[in-house]
């Protein structure tokens, strides 16, 4: 028995080096690091302890942008379950890591996280969102009432998610829950802390808006420099849009002075940016002939449930795709039996399909003259559109839309019907392809 014990620990040990032998030979030939890193965003984590999914909690979810908070406990832990089986070298989460920044939101998805961090290795870095600090909207729901609970500060912040950045950090902003990362010697972190949480009380609301102070962006032209000495990339990560993702929807979404960061990434030689907040999973770029490139995850409790990936290699460049969630292959290891999430693909297109319908609707419950069978139509064509702009996946039914009748009602609308324009801005600039990028 101990003899047979032996032979396996020779034979183990046989395997090891011969596993560390080729790494050894890897780094020899100077192959340069590559890194895959996953961009998760605006996961707006409540914790089962506040939510007893009764009266006062489907109540709150009739007034809802279509997020599945409901779910969003097994729509984290299913994620989770993507990182611990892809093991990818780095996760990103770029803000709303909370529904309203409550406190013990925030410790247990640190709890999640930190469960990651020891079975994958995996890097995490995170920043806060509008919604996560000082938010004077943080509640739990208990039977038919919301009850207030607590909020945490910015250095509750850093302290909660030490280990997910505010400890490894190279460097910190003093002013801001701002840091640089530097997961390997090639890519560097640029985590930007765009919020603006010290009026929220006042205010009695978290801040829509964002933006990156004078300080700030003096700290950011330093991370460059240091980055261009060490021949680093540079990729930023911030909650609030650096580019406008739509005509129509982009007042406090962009940052307020964007204008200005951008010029500093410029300066910095950053090309790619992930951002947030708008919920939308949408790629824009500033049209110049040195392009920078504005990411927008959609948001991890909205439909279609996914996140980025991105592939770096110093030689090639970056490859940048979408995954979906795997909430079905989640809900069968577990066997949990809520057909919602056994069945969530389906679940989750005619829940948002009926979120938006039901948006539509009411929007056009005051217009006057069209038959209800036309506002159907026009309802319609508003539902599908909305199902692949949050998708990211517009380019794939613009064709369709275009020559439906519901469209050409919204088209030949007056122009104070509202919704018009958006509907029009969508089709405009929807013939890219939202979830993929190459960046050589
Ligand atoms: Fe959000
Ligand atoms: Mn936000």
Redesign the pocket.
């Known amino acids: 028995m101990i003899n047979k014990k032996k032979w396996m620990l020779a034979l183990s040990s046989l395997l090891l080096l011969a596993a560390a032998g080729c790494s050894f030979a890897n780094n020899q030939s100077k192959e340069p690091d590559k890194l895959t890193l996953f961009v998760a965003s605006?996961i707006?984590y409540l914790a089962p302890e506040l939510n007893d999914n009764g009266e006062a909690f489907q109540k709150y979810m009739t007034n809802s942008d279509g997020k599945f908070l409901r779910y969003i406990d097994p729509i984290t832990n299913a994620f989770i379950r993507d990182v611990n089986g892809q093991k990818p070298d780095v996760l990103i989460i770029s803000g709303?890591l909370t529904n309203n920044g409550e406190k013990a939101s925030h410790k247990e998805l640190a709890d999640k996280l930190e469960s990651i961090e020891q079975e994958t290795g995996t890097k995490i870095y995170v920043i806060p969102?509008n919604?996560d600090i000082k938010n004077p909207w943080a509640r739990g729901f208990q039977g038919s009432e919301q009850y207030v609970t607590d909020s945490i500060t910015p250095e509750d912040f850093a302290d909660i998610y030490q280990d997910f950045g505010y400890t490894e950090a190279v460097s910190r902003d003093e002013g801001s829950l701002s840091y640089l990362a530097t997961p390997s010697k090639d890519l560097w972190l640029l985590m930007l802390d765009t919020s603006i949480s010290e009026f929220n009380e006042l205010m009695g609301n978290p801040m829509i808006n964002g933006e990156l102070s004078p300080e700030t962006l003096a700290w950011i032209r330093k991370c460059g420099e240091q980055a261009k000495n060490e021949n680093a990339r540079l990729v930023a990560v911030m909650h609030h849009n650096l580019l406008d993702h739509s005509k129509v929807l982009n007042k406090g979404f962009t940052l307020d002075n964007n204008e200005e960061a951008l010029e500093v990434f410029k300066e910095c030689g950053i090309q790619l940016v992930f951002s947030?907040?708008i919920?939308l999973q949408n790629i824009k770029s500033d049209g110049t002939d040195h392009p920078i490139y504005d990411i927008a995850t959609g948001?991890l409790g909205v439909y279609p449930v996914q996140y980025g990936i991105l592939t770096f290699d110093p030689t090639d460049g970056f490859d940048y795709n979408t995954s979906l969630v795997d909430v079905e292959g989640w809900a069968k290891a577990e066997g949990i039996e809520d057909e919602n999430l056994t069945g969530f693909s389906d679940y989750s297109k005619a829940y948002y399909s009926e979120a938006s319908l039901k948006k539509a609707k009411d929007r056009l419950a005051e217009v006057e003259g069209y038959t209800d069978k036309e506002k159907q139509m026009m309802a319609e064509t508003m539902g599908k559109l909305n199902l692949n702009y949050f998708a990211g996946t517009i380019d794939k039914v613009r064709e369709e839309i275009l020559a439906s009748e519901g469209y050409h009602l919204w088209e030949t609308a007056d122009p104070s019907v509202r919704t018009k324009n958006y509907i029009l801005s969508v089709l405009e600039d929807g013939k890219d392809n939202h979830n993929h990028l190459t960046l050589r």
């Open positions: 605006d707006h709303d969102g919604h947030g907040h919920h948001s």
